[in-house]
Nanobody, 115 residues
Framework: QVQLVESGGGLVQAGGSLRLSCAASGSIFSFNSMRWYRQAPGKQRELVAIITSSGRTNYADSVKGRFTISRDNAKNTVYLQMNSLKPEDTAVYYC?????????WGQGTQVTVSS
């Protein structure tokens, strides 16, 4: 069973940057896609960014131009570079692997942006 471990969250001031990492216990090369979701208190979990096995990316409108998703297949790791952070980016960020036979969630990492 593949496991995902997120890291890199923390407290940052508005306008600052963080880089989240999602390390997989197995190869991510064959995964259909890797995604970052987030969930703020009292809100539904939302998709933030996705990167496919071919390297295509897509982003939520709220983060376009500020966040960048990337993957390092050699390190079995996916990253989320977050720049120009806003207080509304405060949430628990989850890594998600779309794979066959079963998708996998990470445990989440807290990101808090102070104003």
């Amino acid at each position: 069973q593949v496991q995902l471990v997120e890291s890199g969250g923390g407290l940052v001031q508005a306008g600052g940057s963080l880089r989240l990492s999602c390390a997989a216990s197995g190869s991510i090369f064959s995964f259909n896609s890797m995604r970052w979701y987030r969930q703020a208190p009292g809100k539904q979990r939302e998709l933030v960014a996705i990167i496919t096995s071919s390297g295509r990316t897509n982003y939520a409108d709220s983060v376009k131009g500020r966040f960048t998703i990337s993957r390092d297949n050699a390190k079995n790791t996916v990253y989320l570079q977050m720049n120009s952070l806003k207080p509304e980016d405060t949430a628990v960020y989850y890594c998600y692997a779309d794979r066959t036979p079963g998708s996998v969630w990470g445990q989440g990492t807290q990101v808090t942006v102070s104003s």
